[in-house]
């Protein structure tokens, strides 16, 4: 077995150079705290470096996606809940149809076509700085929509999504676009629509134009 010699005490760091290797090392971090995590990680920019080298920009979407993320959130828990009671004869009816459902073939249960009858429509809503809106079409599994949005010159963060009762789903999702078109299908029963951010310093308009199988049109600001 080979064992390598121990070095002399002269060739190993004195204190003093461990001490000044370790304040370089803590200095080194802190340039690099200060340049390059704060910025791109918190927005956070006090020596203009971060600018300079595009990191700011990326703080400044992490901390846009942060804010709109809790929006949602909030927006969520405020959202009021709809309950309807029915009257007796609607009891009657809805418990007959639970007892016909039961002999159905779950095939032929929902298919989730011709539900809505075809429909073309125009939406338009205004968004002041920082606001965000959601438009929602009340869809059936298997509806097809076409649509075609655009913010007007501005451009906005968009989230094109469904949700239901124990359902959710993101089509697409975007910042700072100016408008957007194409199709989708549904892939459950529920409200399925776009989400809106403002975040330039104008009011911005929102035209939305939808054709296809749809119900209702919800609004939630």
């Known amino acids: 077995m080979y064992n390598s010699p121990v070095p002399p005490k002269s060739e190993l760091p004195t204190s003093a150079q461990l001490l000044k290797s370790t304040l370089i090392a803590a200095g080194v971090a802190a340039t690099l705290l200060v340049t390059v995590v704060l910025p791109s990680e918190y927005n956070v920019d006090p020596t203009g470096v971060g600018k300079v080298l595009g990191l700011k920009q990326m703080g400044e979407i992490k901390s846009q996606l942060g804010e709109e993320a809790e929006a949602d959130r909030q927006r969520d828990l405020k959202k009021p809940v709809q309950s309807h009671k029915p009257s007796t004869g609607q009891q009657s009816s ?97 409200e399925h629509g776009w989400w809106w951010r403002n975040r330039t310093g104008d009011v911005v308009t929102i035209t939305l134009r939808t054709n296809g199988r749809y119900g209702d049109i919800k609004e939630y600001r």
């Open 94 to 190: 809805s418990i007959g149809q639970f007892f016909a459902s039961l002999f159905v073939s779950p095939a032929y249960a929902h298919d989730g076509k011709d539900q809505y009858d075809p429909q073309s429509g125009e939406t338009s809503v205004k968004l002041a700085p920082g606001e965000g809106l959601e438009v929602k079409l009340e869809m059936h599994k298997g509806d097809v929509v076409a649509f075609d949005w655009t913010a007007n010159g501005a451009k906005v963060n968009f989230n094109h999504h469904g949700e239901a009762e124990g359902a959710s789903v993101v089509y697409e999702k975007g910042r700072a676009v100016a408008e957007k078109k194409g199709e989708f299908e549904a892939l459950f029963d529920g």
